[in-house]
């Protein structure tokens, strides 16, 4: 047992250089390669989340000028639907007004030929009123101008 400690004590005292360059060897590759390589991948992980930051807030403000957008073609839209309804309406009330004046005017011309219409009954009534005495006188001219005779 003591010569597989001696043994194991050479072997441990062997092995003293290649643990001090593990060591030695560790601590080199963490100063160039796993530090630097740490720096850059933090670097690049505050450059990914400051683009999607960048991003969101590009969005954000993409929404807000599309709310605006919207916000303000309602407005002109219903400024336009408004000057059509006031439109519409103006138009309605000429028509009316039109419609009256026509009205009006078929009333009055109704009226002017009533009245000539009349006057017309009455001449021809009058004319006829006439024509029947001179009928009269006629027939009874003839008739009376034969028994004389």
Do not use: C
């Not at 969005?59 to 336009?80: H, I, T």
């Amino acid at each position: 047992m003591e010569q597989t400690l001696q043994a194991l004590g050479g072997i441990l005292l062997k092995s003293i250089p290649t643990i001090v360059f593990l060591i030695i060897l560790h601590f080199y590759l963490k100063a160039v390669l796993f530090g630097p390589l740490d720096r850059i991948l933090k670097q690049r992980r505050e450059l990914t989340e400051g683009a999607r930051k960048v991003a969101q807030d590009s969005l954000a403000a993409a929404a807000r000028k599309a709310d605006e957008y919207e916000a303000k073609l309602r407005d002109a839209r219903a400024v336009v639907y408004k000057e059509q309804e006031e439109m519409r309406k103006r138009w309605l009330e000429e028509q009316g007004d039109e419609v009256a004046q026509a009205r009006t005017r078929m009333e009055a011309s109704v009226k002017t030929a009533r009245e000539a219409l009349a006057a017309d009954a009455a001449a021809a009534q009058a004319s006829l009123k006439d024509a029947s005495s001179a009928l009269a006188d006629q027939i009874a001219e003839t008739v009376l101008g034969r028994r004389s005779a």
